[in-house]
C-alpha cells in the first residue's frame, strides 16, 4: 500500500539557518511527489511538485526538493529560512489513476528569531 | 482569478445531525475531491468527482457522499454525526484530465465541530 512517512513531527530553527525537512515515501510505480504548506486555519498551498525528469525541483518561496529513488525520499529544503516560514509542511504522494493524494503527517516547523 | 471556496467556514452540530459543506472550484477545473483533516494529522483522502461522475472513494463509511453539479460546484454530506467527525474539511479542485496526474488547489476549508 502506498504510504508517505514524515519522520520529524516537529522542528525548531533559527530564522537565516538552512532547512531540511524530511519525507520517505513507498508506492510501487514511479511517484507524483507533492510538499504542501499549512498555515494556522488556512488550506493547503502547493510548494513544488516532482513528476519526472530532473530529480532536483524548484519551488515557490525559495523551496527547493530533490528525488531520491534509491531513497524512496522527497525532501524538502531551504537554504536560508525566514520567520514567516513557520507553519506546518505536508509531503504528499498521488495514487492510482485518480487525483487521490496521500498524505504524510506533518511536520511543524517552529522560527525563531 | 478566484481560488477554490468552501462554505461555511465554521459550523458548530450535535451528534446524530447531518451536515452539508459546499465547495466551488477553481474557474475551468473539472475535478473536486474532498479530504478529512483531524487535528494533528495530514488530510485524508473522502472522495473525488469528475465531470459529475465518481473517480474515486477512500476508506469512509457510508454516512459520508458527495455530489457535483453542473457547474462542477460540489456537496460534502455526513449524515449521522459522531464526534469523531469533528475536523477540517477541506476542498481541492484540479482540470481532472485523464492520463495525466493533476496537482489539487486546496480551498480554506470547513471546521466541523461535533458537541
Known amino acids: 500500500a502506498q504510504s508517505v512517512t514524515q519522520p520529524d513531527i516537529h522542528i525548531t530553527v533559527s530564522e537565516g539557518a538552512s532547512l531540511e525537512l524530511r519525507c520517505n515515501y513507498s508506492?510501487?510505480?514511479?511517484?507524483?511527489l507533492f510538499w504542501y504548506v499549512q498555515s494556522p486555519g488556512q488550506g493547503l498551498q502547493l510548494l513544488l511538485k516532482y513528476f519526472s525528469g530532473d530529480t532536483l525541483v524548484q519551488g515557490i518561496k525559495g523551496f527547493e526538493a530533490e528525488f531520491k529513488r534509491s531513497q524512496s525520499s522527497f525532501n524538502l529544503r531551504k537554504p536560508s529560512v525566514h520567520w514567516s516560514d513557520a507553519a506546518e509542511y505536508f509531503c504528499?504522494?498521488?495514487?492510482?489513476?485518480?487525483?487521490?493524494?496521500?498524505f504524510g503527517t506533518g511536520t511543524r516547523l517552529q522560527v525563531f528569531p | 482569478d478566484a481560488g477554490v471556496t468552501q462554505s461555511p467556514t465554521h459550523l458548530i452540530k450535535t451528534r446524530g445531525q447531518h451536515v452539508t459543506l459546499r465547495c466551488s472550484p477553481i474557474s475551468g477545473h473539472k475535478s473536486v475531491s474532498w479530504y478529512q483533516q483531524v487535528l494533528g494529522q495530514g488530510p485524508q483522502f473522502i472522495f473525488q468527482y469528475y465531470e459529475k461522475e465518481e473517480r474515486g472513494r477512500g476508506n469512509f463509511p457510508d454516512r459520508f457522499s458527495a455530489r457535483q453539479f453542473p457547474n462542477y460546484s460540489s456537496e460534502l454530506n455526513v449524515n449521522a454525526l459522531l464526534l469523531g467527525d469533528s475536523a477540517l474539511y477541506l476542498c481541492?479542485?484540479?482540470?481532472?484530465?485523464?492520463?495525466?496526474?493533476?496537482?489539487?488547489?486546496f480551498g480554506d476549508g470547513t471546521r466541523l465541530s461535533i458537541l
Open positions: 504528499a504522494v498521488g495514487a492510482g489513476n485518480t487525483d487521490k493524494l496521500i
Open positions: 481541492a479542485s484540479s482540470w481532472g484530465d485523464r492520463g495525466s496526474f493533476q496537482p489539487q488547489h
Open positions: 508506492y510501487g510505480a514511479t511517484p507524483y
